[in-house]
């Protein structure tokens, strides 16, 4: 399975980005997907997730501001992410979970794709 980021980029202070993650493959068995950001030297962060339910989950730092959802190929998935601020400026990494025949789950990374945000 391959994870391809897109959407990234340079945006101000107060402004709006969409991140696109399409996953190529084996996706018939995906299960999560989501969001994670990482700085420099820093370890990565979970920003959502979205089960293939479209159940959602968020970290603090980013609800009311960020919304996680999947196309209806269910191998898509997006981050609207309005009302930027400084600190959300990362290197933003999609995951796919995917189910294994033993029932256990594999995850599978993006390369990432960079946000910066203006003050």
């Known amino acids: 399975v391959q994870l391809v980021e897109s959407g990234g980029g340079l945006v101000q202070a107060g402004g709006s980005l969409r991140l696109s993650c399409v996953a190529s493959g084996s996706t018939f068995n995906i299960n999560t997907m989501g969001w994670y950001r990482q700085l420099p030297g820093k370890q990565r962060d979970l920003v959502a997730s979205?089960?293939?339910?479209?159940?959602?989950n968020y970290a603090d730092s980013v609800k009311g501001r960020f919304i996680i959802s999947r196309g209806n190929a269910k191998n898509t998935m997006y981050l609207q992410m309005n009302s930027l601020k400084p600190e959300d400026a990362a290197v933003y990494h999609c995951?796919?979970?995917?189910?294994?025949?033993?029932?256990?789950?594999?995850?599978?990374w993006g390369q990432g794709t960079q946000v910066t945000v203006s003050s």
């Open positions: 995951y796919a979970n995917l189910w294994l025949p033993s029932r256990s789950q594999s995850r599978y």
């Open positions: 979205i089960t293939s339910g479209g159940s959602t």
